[in-house]
């Protein structure tokens, strides 16, 4: 038998039977409907996130900090670690319970300028203005960071601040722009805002910075402002004012800026060396590894009852196709005698319960591709506005072929029982039958 | 005649069924020689063995002991593959409870014997078309085979076993469902095939007035030719 009337054949087939075949196909349809909603919401948010990473972080940046423990320690990381007065440790605590952060002197910024493969390092300051001012005279807490070159930040209005500019320049968060007293997105752009802060002493002198953009709001970026240097640089003076030379000289970390041709690989190699000397160098989407681990292990426990209502499915096919083979065992000893082999008996019964896989799978791929556009939709307009270009769900082509794909090989692995029972079959008993 | 290799033979054909205490002897040392062209009626009683013999010349059930060759090869050393696709070329097969797909067209279910050969769509509705109309069943051909009346489905049955154009047909017992004119009707369709087309034709029944027709008749007792080998 040809193999186009072997598929042919199949098709006819499970037809026969309808009512049988269409509730086989249902259950089919609700796992595969089930698993591409859920492999469509970790593909949506991933797809954001990783839009999220390239629009904080340029990839060649690494963040580095001084590593807490000392190179003596043994055991476990998070053993209490010995105490080092070689090491200057900082007096609160910035990052998770249980680190102590290390601060960065300007020793550790020339000796990470000499690490092969990194091109500049600059010690990571902060400024904390007190207060920004706008036309409505309301003055607001804002939290500033200065823009870190080769970032892609995607605008509401305007342009992100330049660095290589000589005017102060500021980019508001998009919450700040109406109650700083602007129309519209568009109009905050240009505009000029006043920023206070205080320096040691507790004395509050202004600056004064010109509008470049508004930002769209962002998941997991910065939710402050972004600076550029110039402004960054003004500010630091003023707030510098009444420190100590020795506490000045303490960061708490730096930022460099490596080979922006260096290869995955290259990278691994610089940070181990960084570790050996001393440092922990992690780039932007190291640091939002953690953040993708969480959410795909949310995203495969949902997957996990997809599959589960698979195989509930997988055996509505083995049922299915038992019977049909119980009601055409005739048919097939008939064929059997005409000099159909054995192979082509199995591969008959295994094409149906294929196509059976093959109707679930792509009507129910098809409905939740389908009900994911709409929830997108709603999404976008409702709980989820502001979060511009995050789709909640995402069906890249891939996933959704690995889907039905996937799910005809289960039910051909189902119809292995059938098709062989069939196959099995001798044809003088099989003719008997009645 | 005497040179010409028959187109079926057996030798020493035992067939066992079971083991230990619940034996039993279906068939026992059955020589015959079938010569092509040949109408053989093969008659017994149920349970005499008769369709255990068909079954074995068929090639559709392998002997106990002893062999059958077809065209003087001897079956046993024939791969499974080579076997269905003898069975396939050179056999065709008549029932008596039809065992048409009642879902299917008159046509497709003709067809069926080519669709396993691998033949193509445009030729199988051809030669399907052909042998309906040898039938005087051609203006049926698009109707379902259930709609269709027991001489007529018996008809179909024979095109279908005339569709690959086979040199043995084997006819299980082909009038036992039918009344006796249409019985009589089948029947001549069949001698007129053995005669015009030198079809070997090989029946099993328990007719005596069917098994007088034929050009020889074997008959068989508790699995033991008692005449005509």
């Known amino acids: 038998m040809k193999l186009t009337d072997i598929l042919k054949t199949a098709s006819e087939n499970i037809w026969q039977s309808k009512l049988r075949t269409f509730l086989t196909i249902i259950a089919i349809f609700i796992g595969a409907f089930t698993l591409t909603l859920t492999t469509g919401i970790g593909a949506g948010i991933s797809q954001y996130i990783d839009g999220q990473v390239s629009s904080i972080g340029a990839k060649n940046v690494l963040l580095i900090s001084g590593k807490a423990q000392s190179s003596t320690t043994t055991g476990n990381s998070t053993d209490p670690q010995k105490y080092d007065p070689n090491k200057l440790t900082s007096a ?164 460099a800026h490596f080979d922006a041709s260096y290869t995955d690989a290259q990278i691994t190699d610089l940070k181990s060396r960084l570790d050996k000397d001393g440092y922990t160098g992690e780039t932007y989407a190291d640091r939002i590894a953690t953040v993708k681990q969480v959410i795909s292990a949310i995203v495969i426990v949902f997957d996990a009852f997809a599959v589960i209502a698979l195989l509930a499915a997988s055996f509505g096919v083995i049922n299915t196709l038992l019977m049909s083979v119980q009601e055409r065992t005739k048919e097939i000893g008939l064929m059997k005698a005409m000099g159909m082999g054995r192979s082509q008996i199995f591969f008959l019964f295994s094409s149906e319960a294929v196509l059976l896989g093959f109707w679930g799978s792509f009507l129910g791929v098809l409905a939740a591709m389908g009900v994911g556009q709409i929830i997108n939709r709603v999404a976008t307009h409702g709980f989820l506005k502001d979060f511009e270009g995050l789709h909640l769900l995402a069906f890249p082509i891939t996933n959704v072929l690995y889907i039905i794909i996937g799910i005809m090989f289960i039910a051909f692995l189902a119809g292995t029982l059938p098709a062989r029972r069939a196959s099995g079959l001798n044809p003088i008993d099989a003719l008997r039958y009645e | 005649m005497s040179t010409q290799t028959p187109v079926l033979a057996t030798e020493h054909l035992k067939k066992i069924y079971g083991k230990g205490e619940s034996i039993f002897t279906a068939l026992e040392s059955i020589n015959i020689e079938i010569k092509k062209g040949e109408s053989i009626a093969i008659l017994g009683k ?178 033991t030719l008692v005449k005509g080998a």
């Open chain 1, 92 to 255: 609160q605590r910035q990052g998770p319970p249980g680190d102590t952060v290390v601060l960065l002197t300007d020793t550790d910024i020339q000796k990470l300028k000499s690490v092969p493969g990194i091109v500049d390092v600059r010690p990571q300051q902060s400024v904390s203005p007190s207060y920004i001012l706008g036309p409505s005279g309301q003055k607001y807490i804002l939290s500033v960071s200065e823009y870190i070159d080769g970032t892609n930040v995607a605008m509401n209005s305007g342009v992100i601040p330049s660095n290589t500019a000589t005017t102060t320049q500021i980019a508001v968060p998009y919450n700040y722009s109406s109650v700083l007293g602007f129309a519209s997105y568009a109009d905050a752009v240009g505009k000029t805002v006043t920023i206070g802060i205080s320096d040691a002493n507790g004395l509050i002198s202004e600056v004064s910075a010109t509008i470049t953009g508004v930002p769209q709001k962002s998941l997991i970026g910065s939710a402050g402002a972004s600076i550029n240097t110039e402004l960054f640089n003004k500010l630091y003076a003023i707030q510098s004012v009444g420190l100590s030379a020795n506490s000045l000289n303490k960061f708490n970390g730096a930022i």
């Open chain 2, 46 to 223: 149920s349970g005499s063995g008769k369709s255990t013999l068909m079954h074995i010349l068929a090639l559709l059930d392998t002997p106990t002991e002893g062999v059958v060759s077809v065209d003087g090869t001897d079956a046993s050393k024939l791969s499974v593959k080579k076997l269905d696709i003898l069975r396939n070329k050179q056999f065709g097969f008549v029932f008596q409870q039809f065992f048409l797909n009642a879902n299917q067209t008159v046509l497709e279910n003709v067809i069926l014997p080519l669709k396993i050969a691998g033949v193509s769509a445009k030729e199988r509705t051809k030669r399907g078309m052909e042998v309906l109309k040898s039938v005087e069943l051609e203006e049926k051909a698009q109707n379902k085979a259930n709609d269709l009346s027991g001489g007529q489905k018996q008809r179909v049955v024979i095109a279908r076993a005339l569709v690959n154009e086979p040199q043995v047909i084997f006819a299980d017992e082909p009038t036992g469902n039918l009344d006796s004119v249409t019985g009589a009707a089948i029947q001549k369709m069949l001698f007129t095939l053995n005669k015009e087309r030198g079809i070997t034709l090989i029946i099993v029944t328990h007719d005596h007035e069917l098994a007088a027709k034929c050009d020889r008749l074997l008959e068989i007792h508790d699995g």
